[in-house]
T-cell receptor, first 112, second 114 residues
Framework: GDSVTQMEGPVTLSEEAFLTINCTYT??????LFWYVQYPGEGLQLLLK?????DKGSNKGFEATYRKETTSFHLEKGSVQVSDSAVYFC???????????FGTGTRLKVLA | SQTIHQWPATLVQPVGSPLSLECTVE??????LYWYRQAAGRGLQLLFY??????ISSEVPQNLSASRPQDRQFILSSKKLLLSDSGFYLC?????????????FGPGTRLTVL
C-alpha cells in the first residue's frame, strides 16, 4: 500500500548550514508529493508540492524534486535560519487510492 | 473558500467512556474527508477517509470508527476509549476536493483519556 518514509530526527544545524531531509515513498499510480511544516504551537501548513515526475517544488528557499526513478522527494535548503526551526512532514496524495498520508515528521533545530 | 469546523476543541474523558468528534466542511461539495491523529511528539497517522456519503475506509484497526451521514459531515466515534486514544485529532479535506491537492486542516480536537 501507499507509504511515506522520512528520516528520523531531530536534526540540529548551525545557521547558514545546508539542509537535507530525506523522504521516500511507495505508491500505486502517480501521486502528488508535498512538504508541510509545523512551527511550534501552530498547525500544519503547506511548504511546497510537486504533482508529477521531475517537477521541482520551491518556496522560501526550500526545494524538492519529484524523482520517480528513486521514489524520492528530498527537501533541501542551501542556508538555514533560526526561524526555520520546526517539524517538517513529507506527504503524498494519491488520486487512485484516495489516500493522503504523512511521514512521521522530522524536527529541525537551527542554532544561532 | 473552504472552511473546516471541528468540535469540541478539547475533551477529557475517562477510560471506557464513549467518544464522538464531529467535523463539518463549508465551501465545497462532495469533498474527500480524512481523520488523522497526531500523538505527542509523533507524526500524523491516517485513521479513516471517505470519498462520499456512507463510504468509509479504515487505515488502522482499532477501537475507533467513523461515519459520514451527510456530504459535509464526518464523525469519529468510539464505544469505549482506551488510554492510547489520547492525542490530537485532525479532520482534513483537500483544497480542491481531490486527493492530489493541498490538504486543509480543521482546528483539531485535543483528547485526553484518563
Amino acid at each position: 500500500g501507499d507509504s511515506v518514509t522520512q528520516m528520523e530526527g531531530p536534526v540540529t544545524l548551525s545557521e547558514e548550514a545546508f539542509l537535507t531531509i530525506n523522504c521516500t515513498y511507495t505508491a500505486t499510480g502517480y501521486p502528488s508529493l508535498f512538504w508541510y511544516v509545523q512551527y511550534p504551537g501552530e498547525g500544519l501548513q503547506l511548504l511546497l508540492k510537486a504533482t508529477k515526475a521531475d517537477d521541482k517544488g520551491s518556496n522560501k528557499g526550500f526545494e524538492a524534486t519529484y524523482r520517480k526513478e528513486t521514489t524520492s522527494f528530498h527537501l533541501e535548503k542551501g542556508s538555514v535560519q533560526v526561524s526555520d526551526s520546526a517539524v517538517y512532514f513529507c506527504a503524498l496524495g494519491n488520486s487512485g487510492t484516495y489516500k493522503y498520508i504523512f511521514g512521521t515528521g522530522t524536527r529541525l533545530k537551527v542554532l544561532a | 473558500s473552504q472552511t473546516i469546523h471541528q468540535w469540541p476543541a478539547t475533551l477529557v474523558q475517562p477510560v471506557g467512556s464513549p467518544l464522538s468528534l464531529e467535523c463539518t466542511v463549508e465551501g465545497t461539495s462532495n469533498p474527500n474527508l480524512y481523520w488523522y491523529r497526531q500523538a505527542a511528539g509523533r507524526g500524523l497517522q491516517l485513521l479513516f477517509y471517505s470519498v462520499g456519503i456512507g463510504q468509509i475506509s479504515s487505515e488502522v484497526p482499532q477501537n475507533l470508527s467513523a461515519s459520514r451521514p451527510q456530504d459535509r459531515q464526518f464523525i469519529l466515534s468510539s464505544k469505549k476509549l482506551l488510554l492510547s486514544d489520547s492525542g490530537f485529532y485532525l479532520c482534513a479535506s483537500p483544497m480542491g476536493g481531490a486527493s492530489t491537492d493541498t490538504q486543509y486542516f480543521g482546528p483539531g480536537t485535543r483528547l485526553t483519556v484518563l
